[in-house]
T-cell receptor, first 114, second 108 residues
Framework: NAGVTQTPKFQVLKTGQSMTLQCAQD?????MYWYRQDPGMGLRLIYY???????DKGEVPNGYNVSRLNKREFSLRLESAAPSQTSVYFC?????????????FGPGTRLTVL | AQRVTQPEKLLSVFKGAPVELKCNYS??????LFWYVQYSRQRLQLLLR?????SIKGFTADLNKGETSFHLKKPFAQEEDSAMYYC??????????WGAGTKLIIKP
């Protein structure tokens, strides 16, 4: 049981390049999330998916797109990277069993845009 | 809009001293509150939630609706408690609203 996995762990991009961050969970959770973590700002929600086939914008969606490929996988795409997107990106999934609502996090992707 | 405030960016205490990490929230209903912790080079993980009223690793947090607070406390800090701590509340759409985090440093 790997929990939530993310690839890659590190990435350096040049301004204007594109990339996709991959996320998968093996806990059979319906809800999945993408956050960015910046110093002094906590975690900010980029996009989320309440269930397979649905996605919704979070607090900071501009410059990003997402795909909920199936129940396990939720990818985040940067079409044209900008230096302001330099951040650590976390994927999470949420348990709903027994009213738990705990979010389980991946190890993060540290992205630098030059 | 709901908001979570952690007033201290950095808190430094000596080993064995009491620790209190502050968290205040704004929410008109009955909030669901969490503390998450991120140890160095590890992923974020749930520390405790107010619903379960549990004590994890010696930490407790009590919901004070009058003061709209959910402070995290531990009577005797240990060096392994050094980490980043985040307070969060869940909104009506099951999204977490996060505080900015407090970096806790336990000095030997």
């Amino acid at each position: 049981n790997a929990g939530v996995t993310q690839t890659p762990k590190f990435q350096v991009l040049k301004t204007g390049q594109s990339m996709t961050l991959q996320c998968a969970q093996d806990m059979n959770h319906n809800s999945m999330y993408w956050y960015r973590q910046d110093p002094g700002m906590g975690l900010r929600l980029i996009y989320y998916s309440a269930s397979e086939g649905t996605t919704d914008k979070g607090e900071v969606p501009n410059g990003y797109n997402v795909s909920r490929l199936n129940k396990r996988e939720f990818s985040l795409r940067l079409e044209s990277a900008a230096p302001s997107q330099t951040s650590v990106y976390f994927c999470a999934s949420r348990s709903t069993s027994g009213g738990n609502n705990e979010q389980f996090f991946g190890p993060g992707t540290r992205l630098t845009v030059l | 809009a709901q908001r979570v405030t952690q007033p201290e960016k950095l808190l430094s205490v000596f080993k064995g001293a009491p620790v209190e990490l502050k968290c205040n929230y704004s929410y008109s209903g009955s909030p669901e509150l969490f503390w998450y912790v991120q140890y160095s080079r590890q992923r974020l993980q749930l520390l405790l939630r107010h619903i379960s009223r549990e004590s994890i690793k010696g930490f407790t947090a009590d919901l004070n609706k009058g003061e709209t607070s959910f402070h995290l406390k531990k009577p005797f800090a240990q060096e392994e408690d050094s980490a980043m701590y985040y307070c969060a509340t869940m909104d009506s759409n099951y999204q977490l609203i996060w505080g900015a985090g407090t970096k806790l440093i336990i000095k030997p």
